[in-house]
């Protein structure tokens, strides 16, 4: 049975063009026949002809030249999109008029297809044709427009859905812009993955419908392409407007009434940014071909449209559209027309504001130097100098927070350097810059967070993996075509120092030596970005890719705008960390106010840890107020029936059964120094931690030791991580990802003057000073991996942790990495700092204790070629004894001496230097030399 599908309305006798189409369907063949009548009432016929195989086409084409006003032709064409499922005609399909139309289609379809086209009365730019058996229609009435939906069975259940959403849509933009151009609205399903509006229906891709943000936002774009697209028409020849209107109509709006208008034109910004590498104005975007067209079509001329609200205030932008639409709805509207329009209509001189934005290419780009506060004679004022890049003109908002309140203002400007002075009459705490991103503008460098885009366009990018992943990750330099492929053995630290890198496997082998905790569950697909610690203009990245996700990635331009994503049952979820807006200078912060409660005594102390199971009792390693201080926290616990395990700094773990063995007695002080290496370990006189070890044995309290083999610190500090060979010494995780950390101990590094290298010696090792923070994070792991270990295993142990201060200072050391690993709660207790952080707590001395030094021969030694005296000190017990320059002392009162910790620790036990034996070798000669 034929469908006849027929619009002879009265408007149809005042319709200047018409177009009637006749289709009569081979399906099995794919085949169209065509039969055409048009008509043109007023002019001679516009119609382009080739590419159709038309009967009589040249006799057609001669009544063109003379001018005709009717043409009735016919062809047929093989079209792959029809066949018996689905028919979809959308370009290239019948002979285009170069003017609106009124269409009319006519098929030979049976009755059970369900066939979609521009059903309207209306003139419009083309036709369209849809046509399939499998559609399941449901539809709805709203103010006289019949809404439907044509979905296939998979996604009926959805229909409530989208005409609901429908119907709110066209309520909103019913108030916003005018009264809906047509008499219908269809919501069509479509094989393919699309997202087109044509006039009175959208045709969306089956994949995406039970996407959220289709419904939440790209329905209700499609929606609003019925008024401006569809109703009024642009002409893209001379610059398509509509796409970059409607994003900021229906996009942009939908973010301003969710509170999230600044991170989306943030987001536009790095759209930009990301994907334009070949710039164009404005006015030259015809459609959309790729990234960079849509960049400059869709996301710049939106900004343009959204300063244009703010420049002329939001009721009078939408008073203007409101009026355009109702003048010229069924009507070509040109970029020069709209601009007129609003030119004439807004009463302003908008003229260089489209010339500059419409017709010239760019964006501000600006930066501001020289900004200075004063005071003069009763009033605050703030100079600053600004340079642009290229100039522009434009007001730039400025937000001035002052003590009584917050002041914003807009500065004009138009040159490319200008001087400019603002006044106020509070005091000026800071000045932001177009905090609001109000301005088409580059970023300034402190707004950029880390996405996924800059990866993309990352040049020097190396992709580290292991070589057994290699399969895994076959395909990945086509997801980065810029990136070379480094095997992790084969990475060096001035790859990671110039460059970008990109850890492919999550358990990848230097992964945990850069970034370990991640804390993205491994069943997932994730990539992921930080900065990179050594180089803030690069990146650190990883991807961690499951086999039967990998397809996934190839789609990562859709993501650019993120820092991670991480996909799971074909769930995607997206995270981006907040980055400041627009460029803030401070002058001073309020005053800042803390109030010192009554002091709690130290005995006291258990009642402000609370609960905390790791506790941080920092110290300066010299003072020995501070381990008195240390001893009264383990003795305060203890009381209050803590079970307490003392964790020290001063022990190296390999000598846990040395502290052992002392603590429960099996061996004396001499025994114990001796066999923990103390002073071969730890330079400092043993006293500083005596009365700690005493009453850890007199109450049989467990010590260990916490401190990693100092040679391999050492070992880090000369060659850097990469560059170590027995791995399986260092720590299982080192975290380099705090970059503050890093700036932190560059200062000690600078102010110490390390140099990377053993026994003081210069280098010229250009990376001293990133290997210095390499070994101080080997420091931190490895201790800190020792807490974690020990508290998995005594989970009801209190750990009360005695380390020197700059291993916990704003809790970057020890602490962050102890708790990022067991969520134990925690407390850091300072000795006499004058700041620490929140909840931390300060220990503030008055009275200085000193201890006694162990005596000293009075000679200089060189260590590194036997216990050799090279020098003697006038009136010392050396001279006194009769030692020389190039002696080789062997024994000390009897016992042998085999280097400096051996000779530190007898010392130790020396009370004085009467009746004290040495043993030494001169010339080769053994002799003995006693004291009296």
């Given at each position: 049975?034929?469908?006849?599908?027929?619009?002879?309305?009265?408007?149809?006798?005042?319709?200047?063009?018409?177009?009637?189409?006749?289709?009569?369907?081979?399906?099995?063949?794919?085949?169209?026949?065509?039969?055409?009548?048009?008509?043109?009432?007023?002019?001679?016929?516009?119609?382009?002809?080739?590419?159709?195989?038309?009967?009589?086409?040249?006799?057609?084409?001669?009544?063109?030249?003379?001018?005709?006003?009717?043409?009735?032709?016919?062809?047929?064409?093989?079209?792959?999109?029809?066949?018996?499922?689905?028919?979809?005609?959308?370009?290239?399909?019948?002979?285009?008029?170069?003017?609106?139309?009124?269409?009319?289609?006519?098929?030979?379809?049976?009755?059970?297809?369900?066939?979609?086209?521009?059903?309207?009365?209306?003139?419009?730019?083309?036709?369209?044709?849809?046509?399939?058996?499998?559609?399941?229609?449901?539809?709805?009435?709203?103010?006289?427009?019949?809404?439907?939906?044509?979905?296939?069975?998979?996604?009926?259940?959805?229909?409530?859905?989208?005409?609901?959403?429908?119907?709110?849509?066209?309520?909103?933009?019913?108030?916003?812009?005018?009264?809906?151009?047509?008499?219908?609205?269809?919501?069509?399903?479509?094989?393919?993955?699309?997202?087109?509006?044509?006039?009175?229906?959208?045709?969306?891709?089956?994949?995406?419908?039970?996407?959220?943000?289709?419904?939440?936002?790209?329905?209700?774009?499609?929606?609003?392409?019925?008024?401006?697209?569809?109703?009024?028409?642009?002409?893209?020849?001379?610059?398509?407007?509509?796409?970059?209107?409607?994003?900021?109509?229906?996009?942009?709006?939908?973010?301003?009434?969710?509170?999230?208008?600044?991170?989306?034109?943030?987001?536009?910004?790095?759209?930009?940014?990301?994907?334009?590498?070949?710039?164009?104005?404005?006015?030259?975007?015809?459609?959309?071909?790729?990234?960079?067209?849509?960049?400059?079509?869709?996301?710049?001329?939106?900004?343009?449209?959204?300063?244009?609200?703010?420049?002329?205030?939001?009721?009078?932008?939408?008073?203007?559209?409101?009026?355009?639409?109702?003048?010229?709805?069924?009507?070509?509207?040109?970029?020069?027309?709209?601009?007129?329009?609003?030119?004439?209509?807004?009463?302003?001189?908008?003229?260089?504001?489209?010339?500059?934005?419409f017709y010239k290419e760019g964006r501000v780009q600006f930066q501001v130097n020289n900004i200075k506060k004063s005071y003069h004679r009763g009033s605050f004022k703030i100079t600053f100098t600004l340079q642009q890049k290229e100039p522009f003109s434009f007001e730039l908002p400025l937000e001035i927070k002052t003590y009584d309140g917050t002041i914003n203002k807009k500065?004009?400007?138009?040159?490319?350097?200008?001087?400019?002075?603002?006044?106020?009459?509070?005091?000026?705490?800071?000045?932001?810059?177009?905090?609001?991103?109000?301005?088409?503008?580059?970023?300034?460098?402190?707004?950029?967070?880390?996405?996924?885009?800059?990866?993309?366009?990352?040049?020097?990018?190396?992709?580290?993996?292991?070589?057994?992943?290699?399969?895994?990750?076959?395909?990945?330099?086509?997801?980065?075509?810029?990136?070379?492929?480094?095997?992790?053995?084969?990475?060096?630290?001035?790859?990671?120092?110039?460059?970008?890198?990109?850890?492919?496997?999550?358990?990848?082998?230097?992964?945990?030596?850069?970034?370990?905790?991640?804390?993205?569950?491994?069943?997932?697909?994730?990539?992921?970005?930080?900065?990179?610690?050594?180089?803030?203009?690069?990146?650190?990245?990883?991807?961690?890719?499951?086999?039967?996700?990998?397809?996934?990635?190839?789609?990562?331009?859709?993501?650019?705008?993120?820092?991670?994503?991480?996909?799971?049952?074909?769930n995607i979820v997206k995270k981006l960390d907040a980055t400041q807006n627009g460029f803030t200078h401070t002058f001073s912060q309020q005053p800042a106010v803390s109030i010192i409660k009554k002091p709690t005594r130290i005995n006291d102390i258990a009642k402000e840890i609370g609960d905390a199971k790791v506790i941080y009792a920092t110290e300066s390693h010299t003072n020995?107020?501070?381990?008195?201080?240390?001893?009264?926290?383990?003795?305060?616990?203890?009381?209050?029936?803590?079970?307490?395990?003392?964790?020290?700094?001063?022990?190296?773990?390999?000598?846990?059964?040395?502290?052992?063995?002392?603590?429960?007695?099996?061996?004396?002080?001499?025994?114990?120094?001796?066999?923990?290496?103390?002073?071969?370990?730890?330079?400092?006189?043993?006293?500083?931690?005596?009365?700690?070890?005493?009453?850890?044995?007199?109450?049989?309290?467990?010590?260990?030791?916490?401190?990693?083999?100092?040679?391999?610190?050492?070992?880090?500090?000369?060659?850097?991580?990469?560059?170590?060979?027995?791995?399986?010494?260092?720590?299982?995780?080192?975290?380099?990802?705090?970059?503050?950390?890093?700036?932190?101990?560059?200062?000690?590094?600078?102010?110490?003057?390390?140099?990377?290298?053993?026994?003081?010696?210069?280098?010229?090792?250009?990376?001293?000073?990133?290997?210095?923070?390499?070994?101080?994070?080997?420091?931190?792991?490895?201790?800190?991996?020792?807490?974690?270990?020990?508290?998995?295993?005594?989970?009801?142990?209190?750990?009360?942790?005695?380390?020197?201060?700059?291993?916990?200072?704003?809790?970057?050391?020890?602490?962050?990495?102890?708790?990022?690993?067991?969520?134990?709660?925690?407390?850091?207790?300072?000795?006499?700092?004058?700041?620490?952080?929140?909840?931390?707590?300060?220990?503030?001395?008055?009275?200085?204790?000193?201890?006694?030094?162990?005596?000293?021969?009075?000679?200089?030694?060189?260590?590194?070629?036997?216990?050799?005296?090279?020098?003697?000190?006038?009136?010392?017990?050396?001279?006194?004894?009769?030692?020389?320059?190039?002696?080789?002392?062997?024994?000390?009162?009897?016992?042998?001496?085999?280097?400096?910790?051996?000779?530190?620790?007898?010392?130790?036990?020396?009370?004085?230097?009467?009746?004290?034996?040495?043993?030494?070798?001169?010339?080769?000669?053994?002799?003995?030399?006693?004291?009296?």
């Amino acid at each position: 049975m034929k469908a006849l599908l027929l619009f002879l309305l009265p408007l149809f006798l005042y319709a200047k063009c018409t177009y009637d189409l006749n289709l009569d369907f081979d399906l099995k063949q794919q085949t169209l026949k065509v039969n055409a009548n048009v008509k043109q009432s007023e002019k001679s016929l516009t119609i382009n002809l080739n590419g159709f195989n038309i009967k009589n086409k040249e006799a057609l084409t001669k009544q063109l030249l003379n001018g005709a006003n009717h043409l009735q032709f016919s062809y047929t064409l093989t079209n792959k999109n029809i066949n018996q499922d689905f028919i979809y005609l959308l370009d290239n399909w019948y002979p285009k008029v170069n003017e609106l139309c009124m269409y009319t289609i006519t098929t030979n379809l049976p009755t059970i297809y369900k066939t979609i086209f521009e059903k309207t009365n209306k003139v419009i730019s083309h036709a369209t044709f849809i046509a399939s058996p499998n559609y399941t229609v449901h539809s709805k009435e709203y103010n006289h427009i019949t809404i439907s939906t044509y979905f296939f069975k998979n996604n009926t259940l959805l229909a409530t859905k989208y005409l609901n959403k429908t119907i709110d849509y066209i309520k909103l933009y019913e108030k916003l812009i005018g009264k809906f151009p047509f008499k219908v609205f269809n919501i069509v399903e479509n094989h393919a993955t699309t997202g087109y509006s044509l006039p009175t229906y959208t045709l969306v891709g089956s994949y995406l419908l039970n996407k959220p943000y289709l419904l939440n936002q790209s329905l209700g774009h499609e929606i609003l392409h019925q008024y401006f697209g569809n109703a009024i028409f642009s002409d893209p020849r001379k610059g398509n407007y509509a796409e970059g209107l409607v994003t900021h109509l229906a996009d942009n709006y939908y973010k301003k009434q969710q509170n999230k208008q600044i991170q989306n034109r943030k987001n536009s910004l790095l759209q930009f940014d990301t994907f334009v590498t070949k710039e164009y104005p404005a006015n030259q975007f015809t459609h959309r071909i790729d990234k960079n067209s849509m960049a400059i079509g869709y996301t710049k001329v939106a900004y343009i449209f959204d300063m244009l609200e703010e420049k002329l205030g939001t009721k009078k932008f939408f008073e203007i559209l409101q009026s355009l639409y109702k003048e010229k709805a069924f009507r070509l509207v040109n970029l020069e027309d709209l601009t007129n329009y609003f030119q004439n209509h807004s009463k302003e001189d908008l003229e260089p504001f489209f010339k500059q934005w419409f017709y010239k290419e760019g964006r501000v780009q600006f930066q501001v130097n020289n900004i200075k506060k004063s005071y003069h004679r009763g009033s605050f004022k703030i100079t600053f100098t600004l340079q642009q890049k290229e100039p522009f003109s434009f007001e730039l908002p400025l937000e001035i927070k002052t003590y009584d309140g917050t002041i914003n203002k807009k500065v004009h400007i138009s040159k490319k350097e200008q001087e400019l002075t603002v006044h106020m009459k509070s005091e000026p705490l800071s000045i932001s810059f177009d905090n609001k991103l109000s301005l088409f503008r580059t970023l300034f460098k402190e707004e950029y967070p880390l996405n996924i885009g800059a990866l993309l366009k990352e040049k020097k990018l190396l992709m580290v993996m292991d070589e057994k992943d290699q399969s895994t990750y076959k395909n990945i330099q086509k997801i980065f075509p810029h990136g070379k492929i480094v095997f992790s053995k084969d990475l060096k630290f001035s790859d990671v120092k110039n460059a970008s890198v990109l850890f492919l496997n999550q358990r990848n082998t230097l992964l945990q030596h850069f970034l370990p905790r991640l804390n993205i569950p491994k069943e997932s697909s994730f990539l992921t970005l930080r900065t990179n610690t050594f180089n803030t203009q690069k990146l650190f990245a990883v991807l961690h890719s499951q086999p039967k996700l990998q397809r996934s990635f190839f789609m990562l331009k859709h993501y650019a705008n993120y820092q991670t994503i991480i996909i799971k049952d074909k769930n995607i979820v997206k995270k981006l960390d907040a980055t400041q807006n627009g460029f803030t200078h401070t002058f001073s912060q309020q005053p800042a106010v803390s109030i010192i409660k009554k002091p709690t005594r130290i005995n006291d102390i258990a009642k402000e840890i609370g609960d905390a199971k790791v506790i941080y009792a920092t110290e300066s390693h010299t003072n020995m107020s501070h381990h008195l201080n240390q001893l009264r926290i383990i003795k305060a616990l203890v009381d209050t029936n803590k079970d307490v395990t003392i964790a020290m700094e001063m022990f190296q773990k390999p000598f846990q059964q040395a502290l052992d063995d002392y603590i429960a007695n099996k061996t004396d002080l001499n025994t114990f120094l001796k066999q923990s290496q103390y002073y071969k370990r730890w330079k400092f006189n043993y006293d500083y931690y005596k009365p700690i070890l005493d009453y850890a044995k007199a109450k049989n309290i467990k010590v260990i030791g916490i401190n990693i083999d100092r040679k391999i610190v050492r070992e880090v500090n000369k060659k850097g991580l990469l560059h170590i060979k027995e791995k399986s010494k260092l720590p299982n995780k080192i975290d380099q990802s705090n970059i503050t950390y890093k700036n932190n101990l560059a200062k000690i590094f600078k102010e110490h003057k390390f140099d990377g290298t053993e026994h003081g010696k210069k280098t010229t090792n250009p990376y001293s000073k990133e290997f210095f923070f390499q070994s101080q994070l080997v420091w931190d792991e490895a201790m800190a991996e020792n807490i974690v270990n020990y508290t998995k295993k005594h989970p009801k142990k209190t750990v009360v942790v005695l380390v020197g201060s700059g291993h916990v200072q704003n809790h970057y050391g020890i602490p962050a990495r102890v708790f990022e690993d067991t969520k134990l709660p925690y407390r850091v207790i300072l000795n006499n700092v004058v700041q620490g952080l929140e909840n931390d707590i300060i220990l503030r001395n008055t009275n200085e204790v000193k201890i006694k030094e162990s005596p000293k021969l009075g000679v200089f030694l060189s260590i590194y070629k036997k216990l050799t005296v090279t020098d003697v000190i006038k009136d010392s017990f050396g001279e006194k004894v009769g030692l020389q320059k190039d002696d080789v002392i062997l024994k000390f009162n009897k016992e042998a001496v085999h280097e400096l910790a051996d000779l530190k620790r007898l010392l130790y036990f020396l009370d004085s230097f009467k009746n004290v034996t040495l043993t030494i070798k001169r010339n080769n000669e053994e002799l003995t030399l006693t004291s009296k």
